[in-house]
């Protein structure tokens, strides 16, 4: 409901009669729906109450102040312990405080000179029509709720007032535990997106909070929804709930789809998404708070508002990080490093041949050749704010065009590492620890000596180069299979012709390309210049790693110091490094 109403208040008459001096309870006609004549900007009209819409579930511990002052909490004088409907009428049960800053309003209540009961109130929807008989504007109110009920010294409803008859001697009040499982079932109720009356019937029916929370699953359930799994972990209901809250609001700011479960949370407002964090907290008082304590409280205490907004981010960020991924990493070998160490990379030689066993049944030994090549993982972040305004204002849009561009930045990141392997050095690589070259060069003979642009020719000639390549030992042909002829935009076409006059002259057993190579076009790539390159998974030349507890960008979040409002933080744990040269060729081009 918007928050921006202006707080509208209805006045009755109280009877000390039902006044229990043990319990500190009376009660109390709160209203009738009685009409009261109000003006707008178009002049009079009678504003009526439509009792039958309110919540009566949510009026239970709404705050009771003295006189309508919402300053100081010496001024929060009891709560309403319930409320119910009688007929037209609508009967609070009000419970005044034990506090000695409560003692002069619990004496005039109980000795009657103070009988006036107020109700102050907000309205989100009326239906507008006019009075038969008089002709006169009626504006009703369909969609309201009560904020604060005050005790004050002059009514204004004279058919509402404290109740006439006597009360009992005893009043049975709500122990703590009770009030405890009546609020968790109505929090069931409100995450789980069900109706108010289904938490009061639950509560009417007596059901503790496991079974309310089997009753919301079974009803969910008889949707026809999609089971959701979740890790295991201390509060998996909770869990599930803030796993559909997450995707509601990433939904909600990058305008997609969201699931029936979402769905609900997808039109939350930030305001909203705030009170329901705050309210499972069990922080007390929210009715009475203005939108910028509320969202305030929510960043700055122990609610998951925060991890509400960052999980959001995060949804976002990461669609948009694989989105901008570059087809530079399917060159690569994927693995995870477990710290910042230098990553070690042992490479074994080829086993070589079996050897024939004579009689005497013996079995020679025999070695291989290794080497070592290694790179290291280094941390690339930024840092972003959203706006104290922006929060307030709902602009979730802000946060979602900032994830969304980090998420792209991570993406180019990568690319940049890896495409720096490929051209440092004027396009020869980094050198190779295990001969001491480049990793593009002509002892390794995977650099092309005649240069010129794709052809079958320079591609019979890169093929070939690749399946002559020997293993560790110098001796063993490998027999590379190409796969990917890599190229930067200027040779695009060029390269698919080719592609094409090679699969079209040839047939199976005699064309050397029979697997096809697959075209890769990367504009990060130096102009003319193209390569040829093995599957990764079986003849790895580049290699990229993420921290193994931090795979791809992370976002995280804290309190704004630069700006006022919330910080975010976007950090990559990312390296590379070229681990081997025979899966791989260069040709400088024409």
């Known amino acids: 409901m918007p928050e921006t109403l202006d707080l509208v208040t209805r006045r009755a008459e109280t009877r000390p009669t039902t006044w229990n001096e043990e319990a500190l309870t009376v009660e109390a006609v709160l209203s009738t729906g009685a009409p ?38 010496e001024n929060v004088v009891g709560i309403i312990q319930s409320a119910r409907r009688e007929g037209e009428a609508l009967v609070g049960v009000l419970r005044l405080s034990a506090a000695d800053d409560a003692a002069n309003v619990r004496a005039k ?49 004279p058919s509402a007032k404290i109740r ?10 709500p122990s703590e535990d009770v009030v405890q499982t009546r609020t968790a079932i109505r929090e069931i109720a409100r995450t789980a997106g069900l109706e108010p009356t289904w938490a009061d019937e639950q509560i009417d029916n007596g059901a503790d909070v496991t079974a309310a929370r089997a009753a919301a699953f079974e009803h969910l359930a008889n949707r026809e929804t999609p089971t959701i799994q979740t890790q295991r972990g201390p509060n998996p209901d909770h869990a599930v709930i803030f796993e559909r809250r997450v995707e509601g609001l990433a939904a909600r700011m990058g305008g997609a789809e969201p699931s029936d479960e979402a769905r609900p ?41 925060p991890n509400l907004l960052t999980a959001s981010g995060n949804r976002v960020l990461m669609p948009a990080y ?48 290794e080497t070592i090549e290694g790179y290291r993982l280094e941390t690339f972040g930024r840092i972003f704010g959203l706006s104290r305004q922006a929060i307030i204002n709902d602009d979730l849009a802000a946060l979602g065009r900032w994830a969304s561009m980090m998420g792209q930045a991570a993406a180019e990141t990568e690319a940049d590492q ?11 690589g980094p050198v190779i620890k295990e001969t001491g070259n480049p990793l593009f060069d002509a002892d390794h003979g995977n650099l092309a000596s005649v240069a010129g642009a794709p052809s079958v020719d320079t591609l019979s000639a890169a093929r070939l180069a690749m399946r002559m390549q020997k293993g560790l030992g110098g001796d063993q042909p490998i027999n590379v299979t190409p796969k990917y002829l890599v190229i930067a935009p200027d040779l695009e076409t060029t390269a698919e012709k080719v592609l094409a006059e090679l699969r079209a002259a040839t047939v199976d057993e005699q064309n050397p390309f029979s697997g096809r190579l697959e075209l890769m076009v990367e504009a990060r790539l130096p102009e003319t210049a193209w390569y040829v390159f093995a599957d990764p998974a079986t003849v790895p030349v580049l290699e990229y790693a993420y921290l193994s507890s931090a795979q791809g960008p992370q976002l995280s979040s804290r309190d704004g110091w630069e700006v006022l409002g919330r910080e975010f933080r976007v950090t990559l744990d990312f390296g590379c490094g070229a681990v081997d040269y025979r899966g791989a060729y260069r040709n400088a081009g024409a």
Not at 112 to 132: H, I, K, N, P
Not at 275 to 303: D, F, K, P, Y
């Open 36 to 73: 009261v004549q109000r003006r707008d900007a178009l002049g009079p009209y009678v504003e009526r109450l439509d009792l039958s819409t309110l919540a009566l579930s949510e009026l239970e511990g709404v705050p009771l102040l003295d006189g309508h002052r919402q300053s100081g909490s």
């Open 265 to 305: 949370y997808a039109n939350m407002a930030l305001i909203d998404q705030a009170r329901s964090s705050l309210q499972a907290a069990g922080v007390a008082g929210l009715n009475t708070m203005s939108r910028e304590e509320i969202l305030h409280r929510a960043l700055h205490t122990t609610s998951d508002f």
């Open 418 to 428: 890896l495409i720096s392997l490929i051209t440092e050095s004027n396009g020869v």
């Open 164 to 173: 006439s008859h006597e009360m009992p001697d005893t009043i049975e009040v």
């Open 322 to 369: 694989q989105a901008a991924s570059s087809p530079i990493k399917r060159l690569a070998r994927k693995t995870n490093a477990p710290d910042f160490r230098p990553l070690s990379q042992l490479k074994i030689g080829e086993f070589g041949k079996l050897d024939k066993v004579n009689e005497s049944g013996e079995i020679k030994g025999t070695t291989t050749s």
């Open 109 to 157: 209540v109980g000795e009657g000179t103070l009988r006036g009961v107020s109700v102050g109130y907000a309205v989100s929807a009326f239906e507008d029509s006019t009075d038969s008989d008089t002709g006169q504007r009626v504006r009703t109110a369909t969609a309201w709720r009560i904020l604060e009920v005050s005790l004050v010294a002059i009514p204004a409803d």
